[in-house]
């Protein structure tokens, strides 16, 4: 759910008044003197403490800025110094508190460690007083409060407390509009608003209640021109130079989590490789999972492995544990021997739930694509027990375990190989037997038909992968697994790049009609965002 100085300095009126004095009745010179002098004393005084004590409360400077960029580097202890130095040189500057807010935001969203929730979750009313109490006028202000409720909403959500999550979403977004209409220059305003107009825009038609329950309304096309005005802007004008990394961090969770389109994963790898960029790439473990996701997203795993494998690591950085769980599931799709220890480093080291059933479920097809049934069935049965199944990696990862059936090894393997961009090899996989010669399922025809329009829709053989994908629709549609669901909203991707609207919108439309259960919220959510790009 990341300027220069803004700050208006403001000076209290010394009421002269209640320090002149009424003389009645005789008085001696010395009297009169020693009054007057005191006078000028008590004038003198708080003329000056008018001047020393009371500075801007939202003076974006570069001190804060270096704290912000530390931060977003998840280098927690140099931005909390840097923090302290300018809590004392500037106590009234009320910008610190914000940025403090992104170290509990981080940690929490990251490490998703539920003892910590409970330790500093009300940090967040604390701050949010300190900005309602603010005199000076100032976009960052309400932007500010806006922002700190925007990362406790994302940080409740991980902890199950959707309410207060919705309630904190509707006054951040509610903050933001205001701030834009008082401040329509300011920015920083389109960053919020672009990854919540982005968001609500993927929620498909049918859940029309939740958009009214949040409040807002947007496209995902809104909210991703919105945060690339930002990433642009970050880029030329040096006052907003510090958004960068949190702008390229949002464009890049939009278009591959919710965008899922190629096309768009190619442009932010072009950010990505420019020499603007460099430098972050080795300060910012963010920035090493923007790289590396889209990397993997434009089938350049071995790119991604490089990256993750060299990213920044080190006692100064807060633990970003899920790296390990995307370097084990590049190095699976590649076949690597040493892909289930990266996996195991995230089990063992990462404090949250979410996806622990998945990094099981992919530990046991390392053992099953290694001709050990009997360890994938060890492995796979810890995903029934261990972990929550709230995204849809964990959900599928239970289903499997309970299902007691073991995945066809020939489809396992080509689908990672495929996965990994490894086209040739996947299809040379898949060509080795006759499909009757491995196919015993219903699901495993599916699949086999599915799995060789993916290899050909990744490989930009459009023509080649629409009639297997149209088979899987065909005979898919009736039966709960994704291979339908999922061949329908990558026909409406092949049709909308080939400016076919109508086709399209039929695809995209069929996809959420589909009776799926697995990755039902991810594919559904990925066929609206289409049908907003074609509204």
């Not at 003197?33 to 004038?43: A, D, P, S």
């Not at 549609?477 to 339908?484: C, G, I, P």
Request: charged fraction near 25%.
């Amino acid at each position: 759910m990341f300027a220069n100085t803004v700050g208006v300095y403001w000076l209290i009126t010394i009421l002269l008044k209640k320090i002149n004095f009424e003389y009645r009745g005789e008085v001696s010179p010395l009297f009169i003197f020693r009054r007057l002098q005191m006078k000028n004393i008590f004038l003198f005084f708080f003329t000056f403490s008018s001047l020393v004590s009371f500075g801007s409360e939202f003076d974006f400077n570069v001190n804060c800025k270096n704290a912000y960029q530390k931060i977003l580097c998840l280098k927690f202890v140099e931005g909390k110094k840097l923090i302290a130095s300018e809590k004392i040189k500037n106590p009234d500057n009320l910008i610190p508190y914000y940025i403090e807010d992104y170290i509990d935001f981080l940690s929490l969203v990251i490490g998703e460690d539920a003892s910590l929730f409970s330790t500093v979750k009300n940090n967040k009313d604390i701050r949010i007083a300190k900005f309602e109490n603010a005199k000076e006028k100032s976009p960052y202000k309400d932007y500010c409060k806006a922002e700190i409720n925007l990362h406790w909403a994302f940080a409740r959500m991980k902890f199950k407390e959707y309410l207060t999550a919705v309630s904190e979403i509707n006054k951040a977004y509610d903050l933001l509009n205001l701030n834009k209409k008082t401040y329509p220059d300011f920015i920083p305003n389109l960053k919020g608003l672009g990854l919540l107009h982005s968001i609500i825009g993927t929620i498909p038609d049918d859940y029309e209640w939740v958009k009214k329950l949040i409040g807002i309304t947007g496209t995902i096309n809104q909210g991703v021109n919105e945060l690339s005005l930002v990433l642009k802007t970050s880029i030329s004008n040096d006052e907003y130079n510090y958004l960068k990394t949190e702008s390229l961090f949002f464009l890049t969770f939009i278009q591959l989590n919710l965008q899922s389109n190629k096309e768009e994963a190619l442009v932010m790898a072009k950010y990505l490789n420019d020499p603007e960029f460099a430098e972050l790439l080795t300060e910012s473990p963010l920035i090493s999972y923007a790289a590396a996701s889209i990397a993997m997203k434009t089938g350049k795993t071995d790119k991604a492995i490089e990256i993750l494998e060299n990213r920044p690591d080190g006692d100064e950085y807060f633990k970003f544990y899920y790296l390990d769980y995307i370097l084990g599931v590049a190095k699976l799709n590649k076949q690597d021997d040493d892909s289930y220890k990266y996996l195991y480093s995230f089990i063992l080291n990462f404090k949250g739930q979410n996806y622990i059933k998945a990094a099981y479920q992919k530990i046991a097809w390392y053992y099953l694509i290694n001709n050990n049934s009997s360890k994938y069935k060890e492995k796979i049965a810890y995903a029934i027990t261990l972990g929550s199944s709230v995204v849809d990696e964990d959900k599928q990862a239970m289903a499997e375990a309970k299902s007691n059936t073991i995945p066809n090894v020939i489809l396992l393997k080509a689908r990672l190989l495929s996965d990994g961009g490894y086209y040739q090899n996947a299809m040379n996989t898949l060509l080795e037997k006759k499909p009757s010669e491995f196919c015993i399922s219903t699901k495993d025809y599916l699949e086999y038909t599915y799995r060789v329009g993916r290899i050909y829709d990744e490989w930009e053989k459009d023509e080649s992968a629409i009639p297997y994908y149209e088979l899987t629709v065909k005979n898919g549609s009736a039966f709960t697994f994704y291979f339908a669901a999922n061949a329908a909203l990558h026909l409406g991707m092949i049709y909308e790049n080939k400016k076919n609207k109508t086709l399209a919108k039929y695809y995209y439309k069929l996809c959420t009609q589909m009776k799926n259960t697995e990755y039902k919220s991810s594919i559904n959510q990925k066929a609206k965002a289409g049908l907003n790009r074609l509204q």
